[in-house]
């Protein structure tokens, strides 16, 4: 008889990124996430209480592979936001599913985008102010909120593939629009 496949909490948080890397989190369910694991939804339950405190697990991986996906990225400008801006688009376009449950859908935290966006301790946002001379923090919070809702659009738009612009294009607009709120 052949022993039975010990399913662990970090086998469970893993297929349940991969599924909703996949298929979205609409997919996301115990049965589904069970099926998908190849396990019944017993190991699941013994684990979590419940799926409210696996999807909590769930999102805490999709915000670190997020924050780890904008550190490795490279280096395209040397203009504030612009690097960020590029990230998190291409971000979306890599990895639509998990753009929409991070950035889009209620993901079911207390985050908000910018605590997000700032990456935790990478302070992704952070290092962007510490780049623009002489701005209070008062008018830093006005262009970040007017930068970041034009990226953020941006990135939407890619998801809904209503995008079409090349990487080169884009930089040259994230640039242009910066300099139009900044300088």
């Known amino acids: 008889m052949s022993r039975k496949q010990v399913i662990s909490k970090e086998g469970l948080i893993e297929g349940a990124f991969k599924l909703v890397e996949e298929q979205g989190i609409g997919a996301m369910s115990a049965r589904n996430l069970a099926k998908y694991c190849g396990c019944s939804t017993q190991p699941i339950f013994r684990i979590y209480s419940t799926m409210d405190e696996m999807k909590a697990d769930l999102m805490d991986k999709c915000f670190d592979f997020f924050s780890q996906y904008v550190a490795d990225f490279r280096s395209v400008s040397d203009k504030p936001f612009v690097n960020l801006g590029m990230s998190y688009i291409s971000f979306a376009r890599k990895y639509p599913n998990l753009f929409a449950v991070i950035f889009v859908l209620d993901n079911g935290t207390d985050r908000n985008m910018y605590d997000l966006v700032n990456g935790g301790s990478h302070g ?30 941006a990135a939407c738009m890619v998801i809904k593939d209503d995008f079409d612009m090349t990487d080169d294009d884009l930089v040259k607009l994230l640039e242009d629009t910066i300099s139009a709120f900044y300088e």
Do not use: D, N, R
């Open 124 to 153: 992704f946002v952070t290092k962007e102010y510490k780049k623009l001379q002489g701005i209070s923090p008062e008018a830093f919070q006005v262009l970040f909120m007017k930068v970041w809702i034009f990226i953020h659009g």
